[in-house]
């Protein structure tokens, strides 16, 4: 079967992803030690553990704002990859749902093609846009201020103090945990286990000669009926 290969993930995509990827492992690894030390005891002492969640963190924020300037400044594209339009969440989402739910069970192959300037079906727009755009930035920002907690006094009182700072950068964690489980599940989902791996690690994607096929037939149908 005659294949094609699209360039899908820029190298910048790629570096931030997958440091982004074994930052937060580590950071719900060692999370969970300092959570629940009685139980968890992988990083060594309680110590080592904080140590290595703060280390983890700051490199999560600083591959967080790499992102940002990459997509906002370098390529442009942050609100068109990742801001879904009217049509996607009144159509496209629902279908894409359905899909992952149905039809992927049936045999089905996605709804959705992936192209350079449109990496997302309408349910990775909806979820990666909640998850680079308030879970990402919170649990960093509420990581932060617990790293900085005396120059911050006077706002912790505003806010209600230590404890609701912790509970909602564990809250904002539990979320990003449930995102993460979800989100390697769907991965592997292609038309082979790894089809949606390889392109974030080597930028290209496969584009089988099937659906090149199919979409040209789509084009013809198209123009006949016009
Ligand atoms: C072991 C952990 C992870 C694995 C195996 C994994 C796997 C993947 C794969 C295969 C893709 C490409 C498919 C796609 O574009 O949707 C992808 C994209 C993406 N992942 Fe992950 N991921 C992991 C962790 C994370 C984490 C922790 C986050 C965010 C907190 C994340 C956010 C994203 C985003 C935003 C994209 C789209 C990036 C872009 O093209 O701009 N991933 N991931």
């Avoid at 907690?149 to 404890?163: A, E, F």
């Avoid at 700072?165 to 539990?174: D, E, G, I, S, Y």
């Amino acid at each position: 079967m005659e294949s094609k290969y699209v360039y899908l993930q820029p190298t910048p995509v790629r570096i931030w992803h997958w440091l982004n990827a074994f930052g937060i492992v580590t950071l719900i690894i060692s999370g969970a030690q300092i959570r629940f030390p009685e139980y968890v005891t992988v990083c060594g002492s309680y110590r080592s553990a904080i140590l290595l969640h703060n280390t983890a963190g700051i490199v999560v924020a600083l591959s967080f704002s790499f992102w940002f300037f990459y997509y906002k400044w370098v390529s442009g594209a942050l609100t068109n990859i990742y801001v879904p339009k009217m049509d996607e969440l009144s159509n496209g989402l629902l279908k894409q749902v359905f899909f992952y739910f149905w039809g992927y069970f049936k045999g089905a192959s996605s709804p959705f093609h992936a192209t350079p300037d449109s990496k997302f079906n309408p349910m990775q727009k909806s979820a990666y846009l909640a998850i680079m755009f308030v879970i990402v930035p919170l649990v960093s920002l509420t990581g932060i201020m617990l790293l900085n907690i005396g120059p911050l006094r006077q706002i912790l009182l505003i806010i209600g103090g230590l404890q609701i700072l912790v509970a909602l950068h564990f809250l904002l964690a539990c979320m990003l945990g449930a995102f993460l489980m979800t989100h390697v599940y769907l991965a592997t989902l292609g038309s082979t286990p790894l089809a949606y791996f390889k392109p974030m690690w080597t930028g290209w994607e496969k584009v089988d000669h099937n659906h090149h096929h199919h979409v040209t037939e789509e084009l013809h149908g198209a123009a006949d009926r016009s």
